[in-house]
């Protein structure tokens, strides 16, 4: 039997069909290079601005240095000003930072022995920095100068063996800190002994040394935190753990009083030093010309570079590339000053004793005497011989000609410069995450402007090193991902999308062998009226769209099943899967080839509450109640401890996501890893989601292409940067368990609509109002442009009409939602200020006047096509839509969407015409200054500027000229038929016509009375049968297919709702077949006999399953009762509650158009006059006038679209930041040998409509850099010489 089982089956059918499986749509070759480019330009950049920053400062120090001549010594002062604002300048931007953090997000105030102490540490850091650059450094040479900085290293290498030897890890690496600090000390040992033994007697120059010795040891204080955190790990010490968990949770008063503190001290500093040196400070205010130019250069350099080089060397590390990117560069800079200030130095004086011609013999100190102090003092022609010279200066009080000064110099650079490289050694081996957060990568906020890239390798965080996390990389815990996907009328090929996509995710994280533990998986589809009554058979059938599943997953199982090369050899046999009757209809379940579960769920909407709403609460309770917390309840049953379990549950709870799909859903497994990332590493992050493109074609694709184009690019990432994004889609979109679980979250989501506007805000968007309940528990919902994923999109101006007609009114609803709880929502959660909720006030304001908007763009358009006035224009634009208004009261929808499809072509024409017409004003009027060519201009440009920002989407600019063309139809007869459809709450789309010459059921019921007497004992028999190996069900709980039953239709919408204006006629699966048609079987043996290729085994479930349904059932999810006196109660108040915001909606509009009508009419007396100006910005003489509530809206507009485009900017800097960290890190398992997918084609597997976004990954290790290295496969499966197809 089994080597039967085993034979090829039709070895005549070799033709086949394959699906698209591999990435076509994200050019990945581009992102490679792109990556490598990126990586260059950060590390150059990186070394670059460090460069430059420690260099300006470094002249600046020497401009304040005495003797020097660039600088008289009456303007020491201004230099010495310069060198006060390079150390507070990173202080008074985290001042204003955390300023703003704590007037719009929740501060703490810290304990007093905090405040204390923090305060000490950061007084006596401030003081040793102020020392030593304002009063030490400036009486140093320039070598001493440079690499004195490098021994603010010595604390930290003491505390680093300090650290390590109180660890309790074995294997500790201690040797590269004991050396670091012995090599400093050293180094302070050669600098003393130099300067003491060149003038011995000398008391002020003793006191400059003791000082520069004395600030760079104070200094080193700065870090203490990053070694005490370690230390406190392995401490018993209450006091210590309670002050850094203050700490942590005051970091914004903290570094408010810090920072003060710090520019206090330095300013006390520079104020008292100055009169001791004996300099006046009445001179900063009459500094010549020439010279206030090169310190406003030298110190503007100075700032700009810090800072900036502070943020790249954050995003270095953020794109994993630690060493290449970060370490060397900074240890580089160093070096490339001394090199940059000293080469000059021994070429300008090489060049002066060859141009001596052997007349005279000179040496340093005689080059310093004659050349260097014997040069005039006036500043003419170039300013870097100036500079040269003055850096020469300070090494003329040392005899570089003598070898024992150049050795013992050179000995204490060396020394300080290697004590440093072996102080942050660890971090070559520092284990970080990919796009780490800054706050768990630097342990201080602040920046060190004076010595920057000593304060960004000491500030990087600290961990304990062992032999064996040398070679180990830092890992997250196992996190737990449902794929929870809902349907209901999906076609063969939308389901074909998703289960590829599943089953993708399969292959790459396989749950047999794993070689990462990164995440598991576990698939759930959730089938929405998946049966249908068949006469003849007790139990339902599953209907025509179910079995079409049962056939997919077969086909795409032997898909990625069958990898044998041998063309003439046997396929792979598909296993057995098992089949299982539960209370709510049925369940598949489906081991993939690599051991992860796809679990079908089909629901019987006869036994458990049907439509897309329930079906997510049905999961959310079953994985989230049912599969988590049961678990723990049981051990607590069995006597562990209370306080363990509870911190196992909140772990887990945070590492497990449920990935909320659509049935259509196309997306590659990186896109997952994407968005995993987000959760990961932001606790706070209670949803993300991913770029959702729409697929199909024809132009209602085309329109919604460039509109999901640039909802995304602009509108989500505004949101996403200044606050919190308002809704995650529920086709691609990653929730926290955490977050679903909070207090009025699952539970205040399980409510069933009760009163008019549930309908609208509950059911009509189901995914934002999730999100809103997330938003007002204090949950950041993030977008991830990285992340993409195709769903297929309305190809039907109808079906189009009706998705938005649900969307409008549910967005509209949770927004005002949302505004209304502003004041609660910007305290509990820290993402969501007051700034960014009146940001969403005049986004909600501006779609509600988008029609009167549409209108007066319009009417400008008439008004200069056919020349006649604006107030005459302005009322004939307003005409048809408020006669379709009008009609949409009194009309069927159907009827409404016709008229709004002939009125969207004139208004197409229209468009062309506006567009035009606009063109034609500016080149008649030569000017752009008008209210329609700002607005067109500006948009375009935007929306260009934008398109070039996102290169693997630039094509969609093409769809734009259809999407201006389509604006009327958008914003205007869109937004009324949505409004005045408000209390149509059924689905809309995917609804399914009755069959073609299909009888009513009520032509039926004589038959199907006569024939149910006959078939009773057939039926009894075959529920017998079918139903041997489950659990029996209670007689109450029997469904038996009555009377009433037969001739009640069936409501095809998916979604939470009982009324329907106009009921939808019952569906060709539901349709009843005759008895003697219909075979005598359950659900289980008409699956069984179907599936041929994938044999099912029939199981059940555990009681304690069972009863876990059969509750859930009872309390949340029992069936709606068809109460017609109630459905005709809500749809009353839905009609009521339509008028009364209709009533609003179209006041607001009418009051704006009335207001605008109004200024055309006195024009002349009410009017803002703007001077116009030609294409070549020249004045004309001649001025415009706009009406005042124009220029608000237009200038309201400019600033609403400017941050958007900002915003925009700055997200496209940090997708790339995770993309290139995604490709550094990501591994993939590299395929031992080569996989063929062979398909049985007899069954046909359409291709996918549209690929999707992110390929799989290939491990190439670099033996040369233990960082992990991987790189994108750049194909996934090609062609055999045999004809199959290589995965």
């Given at each position: 039997?089994?080597?039967?089982?085993?034979?090829?089956?039709?070895?005549?059918?070799?033709?086949?069909?394959?699906?698209?499986?591999?990435?076509?749509?994200?050019?990945?070759?581009?992102?490679?290079?792109?990556?490598?480019?990126?990586?260059?330009?950060?590390?150059?950049?990186?070394?670059?601005?460090?460069?430059?920053?420690?260099?300006?400062?470094?002249?600046?120090?020497?401009?304040?240095?005495?003797?020097?001549?660039?600088?008289?010594?009456?303007?020491?002062?201004?230099?010495?000003?310069?060198?006060?604002?390079?150390?507070?300048?990173?202080?008074?931007?985290?001042?204003?930072?955390?300023?703003?953090?704590?007037?719009?997000?929740?501060?703490?105030?810290?304990?007093?022995?905090?405040?204390?102490?923090?305060?000490?540490?950061?007084?006596?850091?401030?003081?040793?920095?102020?020392?030593?650059?304002?009063?030490?450094?400036?009486?140093?040479?320039?070598?001493?100068?440079?690499?004195?900085?490098?021994?603010?290293?010595?604390?930290?290498?003491?505390?680093?063996?300090?650290?390590?030897?109180?660890?309790?890890?074995?294997?500790?690496v201690l040797a590269p800190s004991i050396t670091a600090f012995i090599l400093i000390l050293l180094g302070y040992i050669l600098f003393l002994v130099l300067y003491i033994m060149k003038d011995p007697t000398g008391i002020k120059r003793g006191i400059w040394v003791g000082l520069a010795v004395g600030g760079a040891f104070l200094v080193s204080f700065n870090w203490w935190e990053n070694y005490f955190r370690v230390i406190i790990k392995n401490s018993s010490s209450v006091f210590l753990k309670n002050l850094f968990r203050d700490m942590a949770k005051c970091q914004n008063m903290l570094h408010i009083l810090s920072s003060l503190l710090r520019i206090v001290v330095t300013a006390c500093v520079l104020g008292a030093y100055v009169p001791l040196a004996k300099m006046d400070w009445d001179i900063v205010t009459s500094i010549p010309r020439r010279e206030t130019r090169i310190i406003a250069i030298i110190i503007g350099v100075q700032l700009v570079s810090s800072a900036l080089c502070h943020w790249f060397a954050v995003a270095a590390c953020k794109m994993h590339a630690l060493r290449r990117c970060f370490i060397l560069p900074l240890y580089l800079a160093s070096l490339a000053v001394m090199a940059l200030l000293i080469i000059p130095v021994i070429v300008y004086y090489q060049d002066?004793?060859?141009?001596?011609?052997?007349?005279?013999?000179?040496?340093?100190?005689?080059?310093?005497?004659?050349?260097?102090?014997?040069?005039?003092?006036?500043?003419?022609?170039?300013?870097?011989?100036?500079?040269?010279?003055?850096?020469?200066?300070?090494?003329?009080?040392?005899?570089?000609?003598?070898?024992?000064?150049?050795?013992?110099?050179?000995?204490?650079?060396?020394?300080?410069?290697?004590?440093?490289?072996?102080?942050?050694?660890?971090?070559?081996?520092?284990?970080?995450?990919r796009i780490q957060r800054t706050q768990d990568l630097f342990i201080r906020r602040l920046y060190e402007g004076a010595f920057i890239e000593q304060s960004l390798l000491l500030n990087t965080r600290f961990e304990i090193q062992t032999?064996?996390?040398?070679?180990?990389?830092?890992?997250?815990?196992?996190?737990?991902?449902?794929?929870?996907?809902?349907?209901?009328?999906?076609?063969?090929?939308?389901?074909?999308?998703?289960?590829?996509?599943?089953?993708?995710?399969?292959?790459?994280?396989?749950?047999?062998?794993?070689?990462?533990?990164?995440?598991?998986?576990?698939?759930?589809?959730?089938?929405?009226?998946?049966?249908?009554?068949?006469?003849?058979?007790?139990?339902?059938?599953?209907?025509?769209?179910?079995?079409?599943?049962?056939?997919?997953?077969?086909?795409?199982?032997?898909?990625?099943?069958?990898?044998?090369?041998?063309?003439?050899?046997?396929?792979?046999?598909?296993?057995?899967?098992?089949?299982?009757?539960?209370?709510?209809?049925?369940?598949?379940?489906?081991?993939?080839?690599?051991?992860?579960?796809?679990?079908?769920?089909?629901?019987?909407?006869?036994?458990?509450?049907?439509?897309?709403?329930?079906?997510?609460?049905?999961?959310?309770?079953?994985?989230?109640?049912?599969?988590?917390?049961?678990?723990?309840?049981?051990?607590?049953?069995?006597?562990?401890?209370e306080k363990e379990l509870k911190a196992d549950l909140q772990r887990e709870k945070h590492n497990t996501y449920l990935l909320a799909l659509d049935g259509d859903t196309d997306f590659q497994p990186a896109a997952v890893m994407l968005l995993i990332d987000r959760l990961r590493m932001y606790p706070r992050v209670g949803a993300a989601c991913g770029r959702i493109h729409p697929t199909g074609s024809g132009p209602a694709v085309w329109f919604q292409k460039f509109e999901y184009a640039i909802s995304h690019w602009l509108q989500k990432t505004a949101e996403h940067v200044i606050g919190c994004v308002l809704c995650s889609p529920g086709c691609f979109s990653l929730f926290r368990a955490e977050a679903l679980m909070d207090d009025n979250v699952i539970k205040r989501y399980s409510t069933k609509s009760m009163e008019a506007s549930h309908y609208i805000q509950y059911d009509q968007g189901e995914d934002r109002w999730l999100c809103t309940l997330l938003l007002k528990q204090g949950w950041r919902v993030e977008y991830n442009a990285a992340s993409d994923a195709y769903t297929n999109a309305p190809e039907d101006f109808k079906e189009l009409y009706n998705q938005r007609r649900r969307w409008g009114p549910s967005t509209m609803a949770n927004v005002v939602d949302l505004l209304g709880s502003t004041n609660i929502i910007s305290k509990r959660n820290n993402s969501m200020s007051k700034p960014f909720m009146f940001y969403q006030l005049f986004a909600i304001t501006s779609s509600i006047l988008a029609p009167a908007t549409i209108c007066l763009l319009i009417a400008g358009s008439l008004s200069f096509v056919l020349n006649m006035n604006g107030s005459a224009a302005l009322v004939l634009a307003v005409i048809p839509p408020v006669i379709y208004l009008g009609l949409c009261f009194k009309l069927k929808a159907d009827t409404q969407i016709t008229i709004a499809g002939i009125l969207s072509v004139i208004y197409a024409f229209l468009m062309l015409v506006?567009?035009?017409?606009?063109?034609?004003?500016?080149?008649?009027?030569?000017?752009?200054?008008?209210?329609?060519?700002?607005?067109?201009?500006?948009?375009?440009?935007?929306?260009?500027?934008?398109?070039?920002?996102?290169?693997?989407?630039?094509?969609?600019?093409?769809?734009?000229?259809?999407?201006?063309?389509?604006?009327?139809?958008?914003?205007?007869?869109?937004?009324?038929?949505?409004?005045?459809?408000?209390?149509?709450?059924?689905?809309?789309?995917?609804?399914?016509?009755?069959?073609?010459?299909?009888?009513?059921?009520?032509?039926?019921?004589?038959?199907?009375?006569?024939?149910?007497?006959?078939?009773?004992?057939?039926?009894?028999?075959?529920?017998?049968?079918?139903?041997?190996?489950?659990?029996?069900r209670s007689e109450e709980e029997q469904v038996i297919v009555s009377q009433e039953n037969l001739i009640q239709q069936s409501e095809p919408q998916p979604q939470n709702t009982i009324v329907e204006d106009i009921r939808i006629q019952e569906e060709e699966q539901n349709q009843v077949q005759p008895v003697f048609n219909s075979p005598v079987q359950c659900w289980i043996t008409q699956l069984q006999n179907a599936s041929t290729d994938m044999k099912l085994q029939e199981d059940s479930l555990d009681k304690e399953e069972e009863d876990f349904w059969r509750e859930l059932q009872d309390k949340y999810l029992q069936p709606l009762s068809d109460d017609k006196e109630k459905q005709k109660k809500i749809a009353s108040d839905l009609r009521d509650l339509r008028n009364k915001i209709n009533f609003a909606f179209f006041i607001m509009n009418a009051l704006w158009l009335v207001a605008t009508f109004t200024l055309q009419l006195s024009e002349a007396s009410i009017s803002i006059k703007l001077p116009k100006v030609n294409l070549e910005l020249e004045y004309t003489g001649e001025d415009i006038q706009i009406d005042p509530i124009g220029f608000m809206f237009i200038l309201g507009f400019a600033i609403s679209v400017l941050i958007q485009f900002v915003a925009m900017l700055y997200h496209r800097i940090y997708t790339l930041i995770h993309y290139v960290a995604f490709l550094e890190t990501e591994p993939k398992e590299q395929k031992s040998e080569k996989e063929q997918l062979n398909v049985t084609s007899h069954k046909k597997i359409r291709s996918v409509s549209q690929a999707s976004t992110t390929s799989t990954l290939q491990v190439e290790s670099d033996p040369e850099d233990s960082d992990d290295e991987f790189s994108l496969s750049t194909t996934l499966y090609h062609r055999s010489n045999n004809g199959g197809t290589m995965v």
């Open positions: 039997m089994e080597e039967e089982r085993n034979m090829p089956k039709r070895p005549w059918d070799t033709c086949r069909e394959v699906p698209v499986i591999e990435d076509e749509q994200t050019p990945w070759k581009m992102i490679k290079l792109l990556r490598s480019i990126s990586l260059c330009i950060v590390a150059v950049i990186v070394f670059g601005l460090a460069l430059c920053s420690k260099t300006s400062f470094l002249l600046l120090i020497t401009l304040a240095s005495e003797g020097t001549k660039t600088l008289p010594d009456g303007q020491k002062p201004v230099a010495l000003l310069c060198i006060g604002c390079s150390l507070i300048a990173s202080s008074m931007l985290l001042l204003l930072k955390s300023i703003w953090k704590a007037c719009y997000k929740t501060s703490k105030l810290p304990r007093k022995t905090t405040v204390a102490l923090v305060l000490f540490f950061e007084f006596i850091v401030s003081l040793g920095a102020a020392i030593l650059t304002i009063v030490a450094m400036p009486h140093l040479d320039i070598v001493t100068n440079v690499t004195i900085l490098n021994g603010v290293a010595v604390l930290s290498a003491l505390l680093q063996v300090v650290t390590q030897c109180t660890a309790k890890e074995r294997n500790r002066y004793r060859i141009s001596l011609n052997g007349t005279e013999s000179i040496n340093f100190t005689g080059y310093c005497n004659v050349v260097v102090d014997g040069r005039n003092q006036s500043l003419n022609g170039s300013v870097f011989p100036h500079l040269v010279l003055d850096v020469t200066h300070t090494l003329c009080f040392l005899d570089m000609s003598k070898i024992t000064d150049i050795g013992m110099l050179t000995g204490s650079a060396v020394s300080w410069w290697i004590g440093l490289v072996l102080a942050t050694l660890h971090l070559w081996y520092l284990n970080i995450y032999k064996d996390k040398m070679k180990k990389f830092r890992t997250f815990e196992t996190a737990m991902v449902y794929l929870c996907a809902t349907m209901w009328h999906e076609t063969y090929d939308e389901m074909l999308n998703i289960i590829i996509s599943i089953f993708r995710l399969d292959k790459y994280r396989p749950k047999k062998d794993p070689k990462f533990n990164d995440f598991t998986f576990e698939a759930h589809i959730y089938f929405d009226d998946a049966f249908k009554h068949v006469e003849g058979s007790q139990r339902p059938h599953l209907n025509n769209f179910a079995k079409n599943l049962v056939e997919i997953l077969t086909e795409v199982y032997g898909i990625f099943t069958n990898i044998d090369e041998k063309f003439f050899k046997k396929q792979q046999e598909i296993p057995d899967q098992k089949v299982i009757n539960t209370p709510y209809g049925g369940r598949l379940v489906v081991t993939m080839p690599h051991g992860n579960n796809i679990v079908v769920h089909f629901k019987d909407k006869e036994l458990i509450r049907h439509k897309k709403r329930w079906s997510q609460v049905m999961y959310l309770y079953y994985l989230l109640g049912w599969k988590l917390m049961t678990k723990y309840f049981a051990r607590w049953q069995k006597g562990d401890d506006v567009s035009m017409s606009i063109i034609g004003s500016i080149v008649k009027d030569r000017t752009i200054l008008t209210p329609s060519s700002i607005f067109v201009l500006s948009m375009a440009m935007i929306y260009t500027i934008t398109a070039i920002m996102h290169p693997q989407e630039i094509q969609l600019v093409f769809h734009g000229f259809l999407y201006i063309l389509c604006i009327p139809s958008a914003y205007l007869l869109l937004t009324i038929y949505s409004m005045v459809n408000m209390n149509n709450v059924s689905w809309g789309t995917r609804e399914s016509k009755p069959a073609a010459g299909a009888s009513k059921p009520k032509a039926n019921i004589t038959q199907q009375t006569a024939q149910k007497a006959k078939s009773t004992f057939r039926q009894l028999f075959s529920c017998l049968k079918c139903c041997k190996k489950s659990s029996q």
